[in-house]
T-cell receptor, first 114, second 119 residues
Framework: AQKITQTQPGMFVQEKEAVTLDCTYD???????LFWYKQPSSGEMIFLIY??????QNATEGRYSLNFQKARKSANLVISASQLGDSAMYFC???????????FGAGTRLFVKA | DTEVTQTPKHLVMGMTNKKSLKCEQH?????MYWYKQKAKKPPELMFV???????INESVPSRFSPECPNSSLLNLHLHALQPEDSALYLC??????????????????FGPGTRLTVL
């Protein structure tokens, strides 16, 4: 069975500083993808970044990077130079390659302080 | 066009009403999804359509009835709902890729959601 664990219900970060949101996962699938989504209070789920299980390099997308440690089954999201607009709920998610079902973690609420 | 649209944005209905949620995308995606999200919880998958055929039903009560009339539209028909069905209903779409996708992935694009309140 697949499982995603996010152990930080809430996080605070000062504007312009970096923050790491933790995510660990468990799966028996040999090939899978890991995703991070941002959900502002408006409700829309915004795709941020993707990491494939066979990717050798960590994914990066602008200010977002994914610290992927396959042996430890962790896929932490790093946000550099935090902005006030980064305040939102962040979900880590996983889906086996070719599958339709996405498993989400419980989420981490990020608060960026001015 | 990389947008998934959902109507209405807000819906209030009584337990005896019949209503429908609508979702539309024009990205050529052949997989469409319905999720239910309660406050402060992650989204929960309800249904998946692949090539306009129901592919996954996550044991959803029959008072929720999905419909995929064509490759761009996805409906969710609601009847005799309960107050505990009040939630944010999210629609998503993606390409359909096989297991041996060679590194590509079926990123899901989400709509803004419909906030449903059942009185």
């Amino acid at each position: 069975a697949q499982k995603i664990t996010q152990t930080q219900p809430g996080m605070f970060v000062q504007e312009k500083e970096a923050v790491t949101l933790d995510c660990t996962y468990d799966t028996s699938d040999p090939s899978y993808g890991l995703f991070w989504y941002k959900q502002p209070s408006s409700g829309e789920m915004i795709f941020l970044i993707y990491q494939g299980s066979y990717d050798q390099q960590n994914a990066t997308e602008g200010r977002y990077s994914l610290n992927f440690q396959k042996a430890r089954k962790s896929a932490n999201l790093v946000i550099s130079a935090s902005q006030l607009g980064d305040s939102a709920m962040y979900f880590c998610a996983m889906r086996r390659d070719g599958g339709f079902k996405t498993i989400f973690g419980a989420g981490t609420r990020l608060f960026v302080k001015a | 066009d990389t947008e998934v649209t959902q109507t209405p944005k807000h819906l209030v209905m009584g337990m005896t009403n019949k209503k429908s949620l609508k979702c539309e995308q024009h990205m050529g995606h052949r997989a469409m999804y319905w999720y239910k999200q309660k406050a402060k919880k992650p989204p929960e998958l309800m249904f998946v359509y692949s090539y306009e055929k129901l592919s996954i039903n996550e044991s959803v009560p029959s008072r929720f009835s999905p419909e995929c009339p064509n490759s761009s539209l996805l409906n969710l028909h609601l009847h005799a709902l309960q107050p505990e069905d009040s939630a944010l209903y999210l629609c998503a779409s993606s390409q359909v890729v096989g297991p041996a996708s060679g590194g590509s992935y079926n990123e899901q694009f989400f709509g803004p959601g419909t906030r449903l309140t059942v009185l």
